[in-house]
């Protein structure tokens, strides 16, 4: 089955440094993944789509220079929180789907749970 | 996307048959039904998808009115295991389009 790997499952870290997480595509291809963000006993958000050789799209009220977002392969995407603080302190969740899918759904990584101190 | 209107929370014994309910009234003629689940602390994990006919797999079966309007999720013999969050969400079938998540129906799963 389609498999997406995240890493890493939870960071801790300083407020104001910049926290890399990854989002791998272990056995297939993904022209597109997705970035969601859900807080405490709330929804998923989807915060931009990442698109392979190109720039990603974010949602509204997203702010593109704090999560960077950098999708240089078929296989990997990665979320930067630059200059984290407390209130960024959230679940981050990416997913992906096969680039040659006509019907095929999206599989999400299991999450990396950010806590910034 | 159309909108999606789920129960917010639902209780089944365990063993039984967990019938989750979804209403989906402005569904256009090109959008899928898709069902997604998530755990405690988990990414939320796919379930089971549809256009028109009811659909059926190892973990659930899918079943779509005849006019599209609503659908209902199957969990045929509940476990435990089972005790997550039901996301139904609808979207029109392209490699870019994304998922929206509505508040989706906690489902627990009563020994």
């Known amino acids: 089955g389609a498999v997406v790997s995240q890493h890493p499952s939870w960071v801790i870290c300083k407020s104001g440094t910049s926290v890399k997480i990854e989002c791998r595509s272990l056995?297939?291809?993904?022209?597109?993944m997705f970035w969601y963000r859900q807080f405490p006993k709330q929804s998923l958000m989807l915060m931009a789509t990442s698109n392979e050789g190109s720039k990603a799209t974010y949602e509204q009220g997203v702010e593109k220079d704090k999560f960077l977002i950098n999708h240089a392969s078929l296989t990997l995407s990665t979320l930067t929180v630059t200059s984290a603080h407390p209130e960024d302190s959230s679940f981050y969740i990416c997913?992906?789907?096969?680039?040659?899918?006509?019907?095929?759904?999206?599989?999400f990584g299991d999450g990396t749970r950010l806590s910034i101190l | 996307d159309a909108k999606t209107t789920q129960p917010p929370s639902m209780d089944c014994a365990e063993g039984r048959a967990a019938n989750l309910p979804c209403n989906h009234s402005t569904i256009s003629g090109n959008e899928y039904v898709y069902w997604y689940r998530q755990i405690h602390s988990q990414g939320p994990q796919y379930i089971i998808h549809?256009?028109?006919n009811n659909e059926t797999n190892e973990m659930a079966s899918l079943i779509i009115t005849e006019d599209r309007k609503s659908s209902t999720l199957i969990l045929p013999h509940a476990t435990l295991r089972d005790t997550a969050v039901y996301y139904c969400i609808v979207r029109v079938e392209t490699s870019g389009s994304r998922l929206t998540f509505g508040e989706g129906t906690q489902l627990t799963v009563n020994p």
């Open positions: 997913s992906a789907r096969r680039s040659d899918s006509g019907n095929q759904p999206q599989h």
């Open positions: 056995d297939f291809q993904a022209t597109t």
């Open positions: 549809g256009l028109k």
